[in-house]
């Protein structure tokens, strides 16, 4: 038989335009939800990153840049790479990133934890709704902010500029922590539910919170290193128009 086509990071120094679509997924999952909130289906063959992106009119720079974060927290965007980002696909991004938190991530993670509660005593499962209702509402009070306020901002600035007292800065200034409830609820899943065969709901849920946490550390690092610049350089080139 032949062997399998194993895939490793040391092959893919840096994702490029010319690799295989299906090759960057092997190289990091993680880029399938990239994918799916820039509208690139699954199911295009043996195509190029390039060749995908050009058939979905998704900007390959911006693609790209966005594995990268996902792939290395460090990694920081060029001007030139910012400047060649439709701030329009960053939005829609950003925005389908915010829908599959609330309607997928969310209410998954709230199934793995109704299922962990009813297994619990009653004073711990009190503790784990508590610490989990105000943390969802942190983040669901964080993304309807963005949601009502910065995006509609930043699209009437790509249509036709109004004066408003809001600017992009503020938003960078007010970016909110939202991670010192998570901390804390996961600390209770691990320290303080006593053993009582719930273990693989135990592990369930904590996984799928490591990776929600993980997921919303790199929209924030795109918001914060792709967004927020490309927003700034569009509100400095009206006020000097």
Known sequence: ??????????????????MKMAD????????????SRLGIPLGFGEKTVEEVC?????????????????????VDPTEEQIDQCPVEQVVLYLQ?????????????????????????????GKALNRFFNEYR???????????????PYVMQLLGEPKKSRFTI???KDRH???????????????????????????DDLLVQLFNF???????????EKLLVPSVLRLEKSILQS
């Open 137 to 151: 509402q942190e983040v669901e009070s964080h993304l309807a902010h963005e949601d009502q306020i910065v995006f």
């Open 1 to 18: 038989m032949a062997k399998s086509a194993t895939y490793s990071l040391k092959h893919y120094p840096a994702f490029s335009p010319q």
């Open 54 to 74: 050009k058939r979905y009119s998704v900007n390959v720079t911006l693609l790209l840049l966005i594995c990268n974060v996902l792939l290395d927290s460090n």
């Open 24 to 35: 960057l997924i092997h190289a990091n999952y993680k880029n399938l939800v990239v994918l």
């Open 213 to 223: 946490e993980d997921d919303l550390n790199r929209h924030t690092l795109i918001e």
């Open 96 to 124: 389908q990133s915010h829908r599959n938190y609330i309607q997928v991530a969310l209410p998954n993670i709230q199934i793995l934890l109704d299922r962990l509660v009813a297994a619990c005593s009653e004073t711990h």
């Open 176 to 202: 909110a922590n939202i991670e010192i409830k998570l901390t804390d609820l996961k600390n209770i899943i691990i320290k303080y539910i006593p053993y009582d065969n719930t273990d693989y709901l135990r």
């Open 169 to 171: 800065r503020q938003y």
